[in-house]
C-alpha cells in the first residue's frame, strides 16, 4: 500500500486529511505522532515535516505536508475517485472559501503551540486560554452559519448535496469545539450540515476516537 499518512488521532488537520482519503477510497497506514509527548518535534519527525506540523502524506516517494495541500493533492493525484472539489471554477471557489474560514483563519489561532505559547509565555489561565479558544470559534461559526443560511449554493452539505473540501474542514472544527465546552445551539445550519455528514461511514471512521493511537 503507497499512502503512508503521519498524523495524530486528536490533530483536526490530519481528521480532514482521514476523511478526504475515507471519501476516496484510498486506503492508507498511518503512523501516530504524539503532539503532547512532544514527538512530531523529534528530529526524524522534522526531518519530514520541518515545520512540526502533522499531517504529512507520503505516497510513494513523494511527501506533503498542509493537509489542504494534501486533500487538493489527492483531488488532482487520483481522478477516479469521488470529488471533494465541485466542477466548475466559481463552484470551486465557493467550497475553498468556506474552507479557509476554518483553515485559514481559526484553526491556526487555536492548535496546540498557540495554547501553549498563551500558557508558557503570557502566562495565561486556562479560563483565559478558553475564552481565547472560544472567541475565534464564534467569529468563524457566525460567518460560517450566516454563509451557509443565505447562500443559494447550500445543499444537504456545505456545497449541494455532496461533500467537499468545505465539510471536510467544518466537522473536525466541530469536534474541536465540543472538546471545548463552546455552545453551538446558535447555529442550526451548520450543524444540520454536520449531521449530514456523520451519517457518512467516511466520516464516522476518521473520528478521533476511532484512530488506532486515540486513548
Ligand atoms: N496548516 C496546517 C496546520 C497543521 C497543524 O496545525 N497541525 C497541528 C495538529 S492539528 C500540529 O501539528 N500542531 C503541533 C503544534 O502546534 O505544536 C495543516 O492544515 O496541515
Known amino acids: 500500500m503507497a499512502l503512508l499518512l503521519h498524523d495524530y488521532f486528536r490533530s483536526s488537520a490530519s481528521y480532514r486529511v482521514r476523511i478526504a482519503l475515507n471519501l476516496k477510497g484510498l486506503p492508507y497506514r498511518q503512523q501516530a505522532h504524539h503532539l503532547v509527548k ?10 519530514i515535516n520541518p515545520q512540526g506540523f502533522v499531517p504529512a502524506l507520503a505516497d510513494g516517494d513523494v511527501l506533503i505536508t498542509q493537509s489542504v495541500a494534501i486533500i487538493e493533492y489527492l483531488e488532482e493525484a ?3 475517485t469521488p470529488r471533494v472539489l465541485p466542477a466548475t471554477p466559481v463552484e470551486r471557489a465557493r467550497v475553498r472559501s468556506l ?3 476554518v ?7 487555536n492548535n496546540l503551540r498557540i495554547l501553549k505559547y498563551l500558557q508558557t ?21 457566525d460567518a460560517l452559519e450566516a454563509r451557509l443560511t443565505a447562500e443559494p449554493d ?19 472544527q466541530i469536534f474541536n ?9 446558535p447555529y442550526p ?14 466520516f464516522v471512521r476518521a473520528e478521533p476516537d476511532r484512530q488506532p493511537d486515540a486513548e
Open 189 to 202: 445550519t451548520v450543524m444540520r450540515i454536520f449531521d449530514a455528514a456523520q451519517a457518512l461511514d467516511a
Open 38 to 47: 512532544g514527538e512530531h518535534r523529534a528530529p526524524d519527525y522534522l526531518g
Open 103 to 109: 483553515a485559514a483563519d481559526t484553526h491556526p489561532l
Open 78 to 80: 487520483y481522478p477516479d
Open 177 to 185: 469545539a465540543r472538546r471545548f465546552a463552546f455552545d453551538l445551539s
Open 121 to 141: 509565555e503570557l502566562g495565561l489561565d486556562e479560563a483565559a486560554r478558553t475564552a481565547w479558544y472560544h472567541r475565534w470559534l464564534k467569529e468563524c461559526f
Open 154 to 172: 447550500t445543499g444537504r452539505f456545505c456545497h449541494g448535496d455532496d461533500p467537499t473540501l468545505a465539510d471536510i474542514c467544518l466537522v473536525p
Open 99 to 101: 474552507a479557509a474560514v
